[in-house]
T-cell receptor, first 114, second 114 residues
Framework: GENVEQHPSTLSVQEGDSAVIKCTYS??????FPWYKQELGKRPQLIID?????GEKKDQRIAVTLNKTAKHFSLHITETQPEDSAVYFC?????????????FGRGTQLTVWP | SAVISQKPSRDICQRGTSLTIQCQVD?????MFWYRQQPGQSLTLIAT?????????ESGFVIDKFPISRPNLTFSTLTVSNMSPEDSSIYLC???????????FGPGTRLTVL
């Protein structure tokens, strides 16, 4: 099955700086890569996703890039704000299954200092 | 996106008892999943709830311990049976469609077993 690795496990940045979280995946057949943000005590929320037919997708201050050849994708947050502090999870889908399951990375605790 | 609710939001249970968690989606969805999330950890898939048939369990999870029902396209239950303190965790359901693979999460059930 798919194996998703996520780095770093913790990330601290100053407000206004950029933050980058990187993930790698093992199954070249995967074609859907979502990112979730989970604030303390809350549910994971889908914040952005990318499909294998595009290399980059942006939504205001967040962007995701995908390198299919290298099998890695990254989340970029610009102009970080304290409310960006949360745990971020990357995931990749299982194309080998019709069940639509996702494989999740271990998460990155992002702390934005004011 | 689908709106997902779970009941109960939290519970404290005695060892050896069982708890049934309900997951309700506000629209018909193809896929429903059940996850467990230990404090500070990633999301671990327990099983895929299949409408009208037996759930598909991940390695390490068995039907006798985590029976799942899915009587229709908007509702599913997960039972945690014969509980022990090791079952203390947050249990989350998610729902989505099989094509785009997008998954949205319920608010979770925080279970404490004494």
């Amino acid at each position: 099955g798919e194996n998703v690795e996520q780095h770093p496990s913790t990330l601290s940045v100053q407000e206004g700086d950029s933050a980058v979280i990187k993930c790698t995946y093992s199954d070249s057949a995967s074609n859907y890569f979502p990112w979730y943000k989970q604030e303390l005590g809350k549910r994971p929320q889908l914040i952005i996703d990318i499909r294998s037919n595009v290399g980059e997708k942006k939504d205001q201050r967040i962007a995701v890039t995908l390198n299919k050849t290298a099998k890695h994708f990254s989340l970029h947050i610009t102009e970080t704000q304290p409310e960006d502090s949360a745990v971020y999870f990357c995931a990749a889908n299982d194309r080998g299954s019709t069940l639509g399951r996702l494989y999740f990375g271990r998460g990155t605790q992002l702390t934005v200092w004011p | 996106s689908a709106v997902i609710s779970q009941k109960p939001s939290r519970d404290i249970c005695q060892r050896g008892t069982s708890l049934t968690i309900q997951c309700q989606v506000d629209s018909q969805v193809t896929m429903m999943f059940w996850y467990r999330q230990q404090p500070g950890q990633s999301l671990t898939l327990i099983a895929t709830a299949n409408q009208g048939s037996e759930a598909t369990y991940e390695s390490g999870f068995v039907i006798d311990k985590f029976p799942i029902s899915r009587p229709n396209l908007t509702f599913s239950t997960l039972t945690v049976s014969n509980m022990s303190p090791e079952d203390s965790s947050i249990y989350l359901c998610s729902a989505g469609t099989s094509g785009p693979n997008e998954q949205f999460f319920g608010p979770g059930t925080r279970l404490t077993v004494l």
